[in-house]
């Protein structure tokens, strides 16, 4: 019999178009197991597009759900974060159309872990000639997402906050 871990995080849709908006909502209620009404606003940083952001409670692994509910739509972007607790490790996924799904583990202080099998597979393709260590970090540590992401997270800082409490 396996036990799971209580545990909660945030969805950021960062875009998406308004005809998708009820698709996502849909997505993410299967996975939760109750429906889920998100509050959009326009995403200034791309016309035509809305953004929202929740705050979810579920079982360890549930982030992984969502992201999978989620991976492969057109025109959508999105993090997911998923809390540690005392029986796993914290995740954060992030989401983009051009580079599909970036996963890392994160410790207690959200910080990215990367495992020491990614970083020395990182290593010998830099020695190798397929990329340079620096290019090869920046990816293990989700660097291209963020690049490509940080547009739409500064457009939604006059965007509604939803402050998290703890959960008991």
């Known amino acids: 019999m396996t036990t799971r871990s209580a ?3 945030v969805i950021y849709v960062h875009s998406a178009p308004s005809a998708l908006c009820p698709h996502i909502e849909w997505a993410l ?3 939760l197991g109750n429906a889920v009404s998100l509050e ?3 995403q200034p940083a791309q016309a035509g597009t809305y953004r929202s952001e929740y705050s979810w409670l579920g079982d360890s692994g549930t982030a992984a759900a969502i ?4 991976r492969g ?4 972007r999105f993090e997911i974060t998923e809390e540690p607790t005392a029986a796993s490790e914290g995740s954060r996924y992030s989401y983009t159309p051009e580079l599909g799904v970036f996963h890392a583990v994160t410790g207690i202080h959200g910080d990215i872990m ?3 099998d990614r970083l020395r597979a990182g290593l010998v393709k830099a020695a190798v000639g397929e990329t340079t260590l620096e290019i090869e970090v920046d990816r293990l ?4 997402w963020d690049n490509e992401l940080e547009t739409f997270r500064h ?5 509604p906050v939803r402050w998290l409490h703890q959960v008991v």
């Open 40 to 42: 959009w606003t326009p």
């Open 67 to 70: 992201a999978s509910a989620l």
């Open 7 to 9: 545990t909660r995080g």
């Open 155 to 159: 457009a939604g800082d006059g965007a």
């Open 114 to 116: 990367i495992p020491e």
């Open 29 to 31: 209620g299967g996975v």
């Open 73 to 76: 739509w057109k025109h959508l």
């Open 141 to 144: 540590l989700g660097k291209p």
